[in-house]
């Protein structure tokens, strides 16, 4: 391999470890917030539990997520130093945002939220929960605004002299079309990610080798998990409603990259959406293929006799536009990631469907009846992969989304190969690469380590103290049994 491609490497080694952490600790942020405001409204004592339970878990990640975003942004330096020097005066600005809210803000705050338990006045203690969930969503908002430059660039011109992009609007970037379209998508990933991992870890508690139906923090789990349930559910159909409309958005500013995601080389009216090809999808006509027909169609343009442009016709338009080339991205890769990640996140929604059908009006995971029985049993089997589901489709989205640009690193304006640092060599880069490895690979276990000891405790006071049920009390009432309950911070 080659400088470029090491560099690229590289980058997508770096980028997608970095992303396993960044949708958890938004959807953790508020989650976090969401049992704290529930335990401040009710005063019952497992939302205290819980909510300490997976701000820990907040905590692990974002932590983890600080180390590999620096790293990140140390490798745009090391490798793509032609890159940065091009896009710097735009990326500069919503880069040092992005750091200032990431670094201070949600830094700041999740230290105050940690180290205030019963130090704070309990309002201003939910506030600073509120403000790291608050500060993690606008830093996603302004990095995706970057990235959405790069998907379609906006608000710039080249400085004459320097041939550098140069910011005209930092308003009309953070605006940028695709950056609309893209953030509600990206947010609904990020919530099926946190709630994933809260529906594996409470059904795991509640219903398996480490809790059971005789624990007595039996109930506390089983609310966690159907909350985690009900989030990755809603997250799921938040999902493909943001997707059909970033799909339409994208299909405008980059057809290529939609033409490529269905290999699709010849333009044709009513064009049929392929769910699943045998052969080369990338080579010409599959030997085997399920197709909707016109399905294409409508996800691209809203109208199932719309003209779908393919690849060849693409390919000889931008031939005109930018000179002599190839413009045509890797089609298998598209293909099959575009695939993986609606497949992997639907099997995610599904799966906390059905767990939320199983689960309903107080059954046991593992009902009665043979269906039941057989369904529960597959659920408990499949807890260590579900977890995972969202996150292989978040990743698939992001390399569908890098790789399917290509040639270019900001479509139109600046290609991929012209933006590796001069004079760096593949040893260099290699020797980085390995160094990267390694420092992740210890963060993983280390990362990992944690969220298996916090799940294995116990949560810290009897589930019993917090009943009766105070719902149909005072609402008065509830809020001086809330501050009543304070006590000090469980100890995990």
Known sequence: MDTLDLSRLQFAVVTIYHYFFVPLSISLAALTAGLQTAWRRTGKQHYRDLTMLVGKLLMATFAVGVVTGL???????????????????????????????????????????????????????????????VGTTISAFVILAANSFMQNPVAYDIDPDTGRARLDSFGDLMVNEVNLAAFPHTMAGAAMTGGALLMAIGAWRAWGRHGGMGHRDHAAWRRLARLGAWVTALGGGAVAITGDVLGKVITTVQPMKMAAAEALYASQAG??????????????????????????????????????????????????????????????????????????????????????????????????????????????????????????????????????????????????????????????????????????????????????????????????????????????????????????????
């Open 71 to 133: 790293v990140q942004e140390f490798q745009f330096g090391l490798s793509w130093s032609a890159f940065s020097r091009f896009y710097g005066d735009v990326f500069g600005p919503t880069l040092a945002i992005e750091g200032m809210l990431a670094f201070f803000l949600e830094a700041t705050f999740l230290g105050l939220w940690f180290f205030g338990w019963d130090r704070l006045p309990p309002r201003v203690h939910l506030t600073t929960i509120y403000v790291v969930a």
């Open 271 to 492: 064009a049929p959406f392929s769910i699943l090809a045998i052969g080369d999808p990338g080579g010409g006509e599959p030997f085997f293929s399920i197709d909707v027909p016109f399905l294409l169609s409508i996800l691209a343009m809203g109208d199932p006799s719309a003209v779908v442009e393919g690849i060849d016709d693409l390919q000889a338009q931008y031939t005109a536009a930018y000179g002599p080339g190839n413009y045509v991205p890797w089609v298998p890769v598209a293909y099959w990631t575009f695939r993986l990640m609606i497949g992997t996140g639907m099997l995610a929604a599904g799966l906390a469907l059905l767990f939320l059908v199983l689960t309903r009006k107080g059954r046991p995971l593992v009902g009665s009846t043979r269906l039941t029985a057989l369904g529960g049993r597959t659920l408990l089997r499949l807890l260590p992969l579900i977890p995972t589901l969202p996150v292989l489709a978040n990743t698939f989205g992001w390399i569908f989304t890098e790789t399917a640009r290509q040639p270019w690193l900001v479509f139109g304006l600046f290609r991929t190969e012209d933006g590796v640092s001069a004079g760096l060599t593949s040893g260099e880069v290699l020797a980085s690469l390995v160094g990267f490895g390694l420092v992740y690979g210890v963060l993983a276990v280390v990362w990992l380590r944690l969220v298996l000891h916090l799940s294995r405790l116990d949560l810290s006071t009897d589930p019993t103290a917090d009943e009766p049920d105070q719902d149909d009390e005072d609402p008065a009432a509830r809020t001086s049994a809330g501050s009543a309950g304070r006590g000090p911070a469980p100890a995990y």
